[in-house]
Nanobody, 120 residues
Framework: QVQLVESGGGLVQAGGSLRVSCVAS????????MRWYRQAPGKQREFVAA???????NYAESVKGRFTISRDNAKNTVYLQMNSLKPEDTAVYYC??????????????WGQGTQVTVSS
């Protein structure tokens, strides 16, 4: 059974940096796209960044130039390095990945989320 587990969230001051990680496990054959989303209180979940299996990346306009997504295929892990953090980056950050397993064709999976709080 596939699991995505995020870690690395926490409290940081505005202008600071934080790195969150997401590890996938459980009968995995291959991982296609890996993505980060976030959801602030009272708001809808929004796309933050994505990285393809080949390493191509895509970012939301609001985080371009400040956030960097990367992946380690050997570890089934995706990272989100967040620099120059702003209070409006405060949210629960969710990992999402398209994963092919021994028992199923590729489908999307979500992690449980990790809280990032940026104080002003």
């Amino acid at each position: 059974q596939v699991q995505l587990v995020e870690s690395g969230g926490g409290l940081v001051q505005a202008g600071g940096s934080l790195r969150v990680s997401c590890v996938a496990s459980g009968g995995i054959i291959s991982i296609l796209h890996m993505r980060w989303y976030r959801q602030a209180p009272g708001k809808q979940r929004e796309f933050v960044a994505a990285v393809s299996g080949g390493g191509g990346t895509n970012y939301a306009e609001s985080v371009k130039g400040r956030f960097t997504i990367s992946r380690d295929n050997a570890k089934n892990t995706v990272y989100l390095q967040m620099n120059s953090l702003k209070p409006e980056d405060t949210a629960v950050y969710y990992c999402n990945a398209d994963i092919r397993t021994w028992s199923a064709s590729a489908r999307g999976y979500w992690g449980q989320g990790t809280q990032v709080t940026v104080s002003s």
